[in-house]
């Protein structure tokens, strides 16, 4: 049973602050590793994507991935009120594999 | 960007009623769709995973005879819920893969389907 593991939160973070959202993923042959970020009643919207060991940045956004301790993480700098949402964790095995979710860490960020 | 397509996106009906939704790739040919149904405070579930021209799998504990999976072509799939009870209510969210030059390509989702049966 693949199992991806996240801190519900609430987790707060004052504006402009980094915020900061880990996840780590039982199956050990995972090969694709995803940060999705969810509004209310809305679809995920894919924030990151990250294949391989180390760290991958996009403009505000770093994902870190570390396969030896199965742990993903993503990173938020200067954190905006709009990045307040859901922020899921999928893995999958690569390809046209099925992605496993994590429950998700709800960002509230504070004005 | 990918773009996925989903239709409709909120359906009510009454218990008993068989509902279909659909989901199309709009701008690439999608060899495989997947579905995913989220009940309310929780996380995506992959229901089941289609290649075209061939049957859907499904996960354990997710019934293929009341989940009904078409995927006829590489830009269509559909899901249908039949005989749908207020059990069945969730958010059904449809992405879709494409074959790429470069294999790990993320999946790209639909704007989902909200079902609610009385």
């Known amino acids: 049973q693949k199992e991806v593991e996240q801190n519900s939160g609430p987790l707060s973070v004052p504006e402009g602050a980094i915020a900061s959202l880990n996840c780590t993923y039982s199956d050990r042959v995972s090969q694709s590793f995803f940060w999705y970020r969810q509004y209310s009643g809305k679809s995920p919207e894919l924030i990151m994507s990250?294949?391989?060991?180390g760290d991958k940045e996009d403009g505000r956004f770093t994902a870190q991935l570390n396969k030896a301790s199965q742990y993903v993480s993503l990173l938020i700098r200067d954190s905006q009120p709009s990045d307040s949402a859901t922020y899921l964790c999928a893995v999958s095995g690569g390809g046209a594999d099925g992605l496993t979710f994590g429950k998700g860490t709800h960002l509230i960020i504070q004005p | 960007g990918a773009v996925v397509s989903q239709h409709p996106s909120w359906v009510i009906c009454k218990s008993g009623t068989s509902v279909k939704i659909e989901c199309r790739s709009l701008?690439?040919?999608?060899?495989?769709m997947f579905w995913y149904r989220q009940f309310p405070k929780q996380s995506l579930m992959l229901m089941a995973t289609?290649?075209?021209?061939?049957?859907?799998?499904?996960e354990q504990g997710v019934e293929k005879d009341k989940f009904l999976i078409n995927h006829a072509s590489l830009t269509l799939s559909t899901l249908t819920v039949t005989s749908a009870h207020p059990e069945d209510s969730s958010f059904y969210i449809c992405s879709a893969y494409g074959l790429t030059a470069f294999s790990n390509q993320p999946q790209h989702f639909g704007d989902g389907t909200r079902l609610s049966i009385l």
């Open positions: 701008d690439f040919q999608a060899t495989t």
């Open positions: 990250i294949y391989s060991n």
């Open positions: 289609s290649n075209e021209g061939s049957k859907a799998t499904y």
